[in-house]
């Protein structure tokens, strides 16, 4: 049975300062398909477009020319508040710098898109704590980000991504802030929900050795993408 693609990118174009003197292309038509299921890289260095292309995956920037289909949904032709409904429900972001709201307890912090998303009280407790369980921080669900290592508040950041069940899950350098310890012990967690969730994950990262943890690599640089 063929896999059916839940990120179709067609010739995607990236320009900054359209039409002015310093006008900038970051992407030149990138084309790309990543399935459901599968646990793909994109690698490059600093200034090779993968946070522009990140932005785009994540549907939080808009391409200048090209198509985006998300599942089977356009959604280069989407406004805002429909944007904004996708990153709640379908995509789950992990990024470098955790990102969790500093005064805020980790179970609350996991609670957070649940609220977004209309969910009720009790309910979005049950299954954030259900959730840090899963990643091993249950006993710190009261703990705020400042009492907990950067290891396990990347764990936090993990569980609060998972909170709506999105299709994909897109993590930017989720081990750059980490030791190389730390950094395998989050790369496991998002092995399994690879294999016991079936998640789609899109890990960007500069480093080779975790991109070959991964199914697939995607190589872009200079914009384009160079080798899958």
Do not use: W
Not at 67 to 74: K, P, R, T
Not at 207 to 220: H, N, P
Request: charged fraction near 25%.
């Amino acid at each position: 049975m063929e896999k059916k693609a839940v990120i179709t990118l067609n010739g995607i174009v990236k320009r900054y300062y359209e039409n002015q003197p310093n006008e900038l292309e970051i992407l030149h038509g990138v084309d790309l398909k990543i399935y459901e299921g599968e646990f793909v890289a994109i690698v490059g260095e600093s200034g090779s477009g993968k946070s522009t292309l990140m932005n785009i995956i994540g549907a939080l920037d808009r391409p200048t020319e090209g198509e985006y289909i998300l599942g089977s949904e356009n959604i280069s032709m989407l406004g805002d508040k429909e944007l904004s409904e996708i990153r709640n429900q379908k995509i789950g972001f992990v990024f470098q710098n955790f990102c969790l709201i500093p005064r805020t307890s980790a179970v609350r912090n996991v609670e957070v898109p649940m609220m977004y998303a209309g969910m009720g009280k009790r309910e979005r407790r049950k299954r954030a704590l259900e959730l840090l369980e899963m990643v091993g921080m249950g006993e710190r669900a009261a703990h705020k980000p400042n009492e907990l290592s950067g290891g396990q508040n990347q764990r936090v950041a993990i569980a609060r991504a998972m909170a709506n069940d999105p299709e994909i899950i897109l993590a930017d350098e989720p081990t750059g802030a980490l030791d190389s310890k730390t950094g395998h012990l989050v790369m496991d967690i998002f092995h399994k929900l690879h294999k016991e969730q079936n998640k789609t994950i899109v890990l960007i990262t500069h480093s080779k050795e975790l991109a070959g943890e991964t199914e697939r690599i995607i190589t872009i640089s200079d914009g384009n993408i160079i080798s899958e």
